[in-house]
Structure formats: structure tokens, C-alpha cells
């Protein structure tokens, strides 16, 4: 019952910042949104048992990756506002529409799946020597996913001199 | 009143659905970077919540590499945002047409 309580207030609170993320005028306000919608789904990972990702949640997309955005909103100085421009072309009711259809296609099938009461899956048991969340999760870093957790080392070493490479004036 | 993967699963098709909306809808390319982490966003929380249903920590790892490639594409993404910027004096997509003809 107070998990059904805590899904379902953080469900409502995620969920509404983040209509309130595309909906607002100004992108500030969209960028703090964020945060809160982000600090959101830290709580919704404590409640799911993972404590540590919370954390890097915590860590890297509130703390680091919004920094990042707000760096940008506050460089771009908009002296026009960005929607004031209309493209004839563009279909935005189109798009809309085709948002909402994927919306009641995935509906459906969630409602046909959770009708049908899938059978539950037997998880193998992962010979994990540790216990603990941030234990379970670094140990299956360093052995079975190494390689990935290079490459993933790797990608954000080049993004990092790509990021700087594109926004230096001059080389 | 049990919650199941499949009320997650409802969270997390409702909050790519709001990313999916955002990016066909709005035309301030910042804003339409945001709802690509929403949408990155809807797609850890369905690995963590069936990392906890399958009581297996291997979900919480590819969360993990989801977040790293999350924020190599905000680091890139920003860097053209900025260099465009620079150049065009705007953000709107509708005006980011000098590579479509």
C-alpha cells in the first residue's frame, strides 16, 4: 500500500514536470523543471531498489548535464524568441497527431499485455560473490561488462574534445 | 493495490510520449535536446524496473551506459547548438535549413 502511495506520487510528479518541461515559455523555467523532473526519477530509482544509480542520477543529469544546459540558455542570448519564426511548411498538428497515435498504440498494447498476465520470467541467478547494491553493480562493470565500460570511457573522451572542438571560436 | 513492471512500463511509455511530443512539437532546439533526456530518462527507468523485478543488477548496468551516452550527446549536441549560434544568431529549428537542400 505505501509503495502503491510513493509510485504513484512520484508517477503524478514526473509526469507533470515533464509537460511542464514542453510546455513552458521560457526556457529557463523548462531547464529548472528538468532538474526537479530528474530529482524525481532519483526517487522513483530509490524506490526501486538502486540506490546508486539514484545517485549518479543525482549526480550526473541534475548536477552536471542541466549545468550544462543552463551554460547554454544563458550564452544564447534570445533576443527574439525562438517560436516567434513560422515555417509554413512545418506540421506541427501533424506531428501531434502522430505523437498521440504512438500514445494509444503503446496503450494498447500495455492494456492487451497486462490483460493476457504474462508469465513471469525466472531470472538466472548471476554468480555474484558480493553483496549490495553499488557492490553488484560495480563488480558487474569491471568483469562481464569491461569492455563496454571502456568504450562508454572512450565515447565520452571523444564527445568531450568534440564538445570543445565545435564550441572554441578558433582553433 | 500491487505495483507491477507493467505500471512501470505505463510510467515510462507516458514520459517518452511527452519527449516524443516535445520534439515534434516545440522548435526551440534546447527545448527538443530536453525531451531527448526525457525520452533517455523513460527508457532507464523500464531497465531499473525490471533490474528490480528480475532481481538482477545487470538492468542498473546498461542504466548506467544509457546515462554515459546521455551525456556525451548533450556535451556534442550543445557544442553545435553553440557553434550554429554563432553563426546563424538563432535556435530555431525551422531556420536550421542549410544542410536540408
Known amino acids: ?171 | 493495490m500491487l505495483i507491477t513492471p507493467a505500471h512501470y512500463m505505463m510510467l515510462s511509455a507516458a514520459l517518452f510520449i511527452i519527449g516524443v511530443i516535445g520534439v515534434m512539437v516545440r522548435r526551440n532546439i534546447i527545448i527538443i535536446f530536453m525531451s531527448i533526456e526525457l525520452i533517455l530518462n523513460a527508457v532507464n527507468i523500464n531497465l531499473v524496473a525490471y533490474s528490480n523485478q528480475l532481481q538482477n543488477a545487470i538492468g542498473q548496468v546498461f542504466a548506467v551506459f544509457v546515462i554515459a551516452v546521455a551525456a556525451a550527446e548533450a556535451a556534442v549536441g550543445l557544442g553545435i547548438i553553440l557553434a550554429f549560434y554563432r553563426n546563424k544568431e538563432t535556435v530555431n529549428i525551422d531556420e536550421m535549413n542549410v544542410m536540408r537542400w
Open chain 1, 1 to 171: 500500500m505505501g509503495q502503491a502511495i510513493a509510485f504513484y506520487t512520484l508517477a503524478a510528479f514526473i509526469l507533470g514536470f515533464a509537460v511542464m518541461v514542453i510546455s513552458t515559455k521560457d526556457t529557463v523555467h523548462s531547464v529548472l523543471f528538468l532538474v526537479l523532473d530528474f530529482l524525481f526519477v532519483a526517487a522513483l530509482y530509490v524506490l526501486l531498489g538502486a540506490p546508486f544509480l539514484a545517485a549518479i542520477q543525482i549526480l550526473v543529469y541534475a548536477g552536471g548535464i542541466v549545468v550544462l544546459y543552463l551554460f547554454v540558455v544563458m550564452l544564447v542570448n534570445l533576443k527574439r524568441p525562438p517560436e516567434a519564426h513560422q515555417d509554413p511548411h512545418r506540421m506541427t498538428k501533424f506531428g501531434l497527431g502522430l505523437s498521440v497515435a504512438m500514445l494509444v498504440e503503446l496503450g494498447m498494447i500495455g492494456a492487451s499485455s497486462y490483460a493476457r498476465s504474462a508469465p513471469v520470467l525466472v531470472a538466472p541467478l548471476a554468480a555474484i560473490p558480493v553483496s549490495g547494491n553499488t557492490e553488484e553493480v560495480g563488480w558487474l562493470l569491471y568483469t562481464s561488462y569491461l569492455i563496454p565500460f571502456e568504450i562508454a570511457s572512450m565515447l565520452l573522451l571523444v564527445a568531450m574534445i568534440g564538445a570543445i572542438l565545435l564550441a572554441k571560436r578558433e582553433l
